[in-house]
């Protein structure tokens, strides 16, 4: 086999390859693909099957770009084309030649679209499934990856990876080029919506049609996303404040959606920001079944509460006087609870006007009275107002969002030798007690492990530094998982309420005033060995 070009490295393949690869994503799951045209997309057809929305990004980047359907699909051999909306990437390059055993290659790597980037591997075996030939090559390909460019070493596309389970082993398979060409000469013109063959009620032709018009009325109906049979047919757009809107059969605006189906019952879901509906249509012959959608706010009892709880754990800054364009107004009804975006003034501490906003990012505003139990302005506590009374009856509160303190960070969790089942501390006193351990200097040690223990003496391990001075523990700081380190500020000793002792590289048990217990392990100073042992009872 004869290769030409200029072979190349696998960093020069990652810094001329990987910005024609993508991180396609479904409501069912994720892959891998690559542009084979500036504007198509190829990865496997089980990354989209019965998906009924696509998106994908340019690998290791974040912004989505809207999948409008696909213009080729072979099921039998796993590949499709995808039409992608407002993305434009860099073709690979098809190569001439075909794959062939032995043969030196690169294959995309994407985990779950982090950290993606070409492997180097070698094609290492054949194999026949359903009539069609697959090439298995042996290089890593994490899960994430079905879909993805197999290169041979100049670069050039030679075939495309899926992952499979043949006969209870896990392969890592190649369609050839040869199966991808045949669909690159078949594609359509228009791209084929991922839901449209889900909605016919037979597998032959269907030769009766009706049609039904789903249109909204009321105010503020914002976006409201429809699905038939579970799949996404399309979205009723629109914003219609203070008047009704009710379209006549088949007409179609930007507050209904009209379309034709096989005749059937279709179960259907509707989805807004405010209010979810669900029904049951039946489409008949030549004729137009009308759904009317009324919009309402969707009342949520979990809506308030959650937030409540979540300022009571976190606690927020004071709020102060100005206008604030990010609040959650939570109107009651009874001990449920719906909550609306909008924006508040503040004067003298102090809820002073209140505006609702709408889904097109216009407001409203709240043009009642309100004041609190006591008949005066309502004050502001903790970030959440208290209970705020109408003339009309309504009673609301308002979250400032804004001022939530963060959430608190992390420990970095310790890792373990993965050989071993039990518990951490478990794990790693039993090396500790096999290898032994070196003398432990006085000084910063960088790298300890701080086993907590709960009553049931159930370990976890988060990763940290200790200090000794005259042989005793002076400090002991733990690790968090952006890398910094917060000092243990609460008084420490052992059981007997002084310094705590090291034994073999490990503390006996330190306890708390706050009731913490836990032990140090210092695993710098692990005896060597040239690696963990599988762990043996």
């Not at 968090?480 to 002792?501: A, V």
């Amino acid at each position: 086999m004869s290769f030409t070009g200029r072979t190349q490295n696998a960093s020069e393949v990652n810094r001329t390859r990987l910005n024609s690869t993508v991180t396609v994503t479904t409501d069912k799951g994720i892959g891998s693909g690559f542009f084979i045209e500036p504007s198509l997309i190829v990865t496997n057809y089980h990354v989209i099957e019965g998906a009924t929305r696509a998106t994908c990004n340019l690998s290791n980047k974040v912004v989505e770009y809207d999948i409008l359907g696909y213009v080729a699909k072979d099921e039998q051999t796993d590949l499709v084309i995808l039409k992608v909306k407002g993305l434009k990437g860099s073709p690979v390059p098809i190569a001439s030649e075909e794959i062939g055993i032995d043969q030196g290659v690169f294959a995309f790597d994407n985990p779950f679209n982090e950290n993606a980037k070409f492997n180097s591997g070698t094609v290492s075996g054949e194999r026949i499934i359903n009539e069609h030939t697959f090439f298995e090559i042996k290089t890593t390909v994490a899960p994430g990856s079905s879909g993805g460019p197999l290169l041979n070493i100049d670069g050039e596309l030679i075939g495309v990876t899926v992952m499979s389970i043949v006969e209870g082993e896990k392969l890592n398979l190649v369609v050839p080029n040869s199966k991808l060409q045949g669909l690159l000469s078949d594609k359509k013109m228009n791209p084929v919506p991922l839901y449209q063959a889900s909605l016919s009620k037979s597998e032959q032709e269907p030769s009766e049609f009706g049609s039904v018009v789903f249109h909204v009325n009321d105010k503020n109906i914002g976006v409201v996303d429809l699905f038939l049979e579970d799949r996404f047919v399309g979205s009723i757009k629109g914003h219609y404040p203070k008047k009704h809107f009710i379209p006549e059969c088949g007409e179609t605006n930007s507050a209904c959606l009209s379309f034709e189906l096989p005749v059937g019952s279709y179960d259907y879901v509707a989805k807004s920001k405010v209010k979810t509906w669900t029904g049951t249509i039946d489409v008949a012959k030549d004729n137009c079944d009308k759904v009317n959608l009324k919009v309402q706010y969707k009342h949520d009892p979990g809506c308030f509460n959650t937030l409540e709880k979540i300022f009571e754990g976190r606690g927020a800054y004071p709020v102060p006087d100005e206008w604030h364009r990010n609040v959650v107004i939570s109107f009651f009804e009874g001990v449920d609870s719906y909550c609306i975006s909008g924006k508040v003034r503040v004067e003298d501490g102090t809820i002073a006007s209140v505006f609702l906003q709408y889904n097109d990012n216009t407001y409203d505003s709240y043009d009642h009275k309100f004041f609190n139990v006591d008949n005066q302005p309502p004050t502001i506590s903790n970030g959440i107002s208290e209970m705020i009374y109408s003339d009309n009856g309504e009673e609301f509160r308002i979250v400032f969002i804004d001022y939530l303190k963060p959430e608190p960070k992390k420990y970095k969790i310790a890792s373990v030798p993965l050989s071993c089942p039990l518990d951490c501390y478990t794990c790693m006193s039993y090396e500790f007690e096999m290898r032994g351990s070196t003398r432990i200097e006085d000084g910063m040690h960088r790298n300890v492990i701080v086993s907590f223990f709960d009553y049931d003496m159930n370990s976890t391990c988060v990763s940290g530094k200790a200090r000794l001075e005259n042989g005793e523990i002076v400090s002991i700081f733990l690790q968090y998982i952006d890398g910094t380190y917060e000092l243990m500020e609460t008084k420490f000793f052992n059981e007997n309420k002084r310094t705590p002792e090291i034994d073999n590289g490990i503390t006996e048990m330190i306890h708390t005033a706050k009731g913490e217990m836990f032990k140090i392990i210092f695993i710098d100073n692990l005896n060597p060995d040239q690696s963990f042992r599988y762990w043996r009872p």
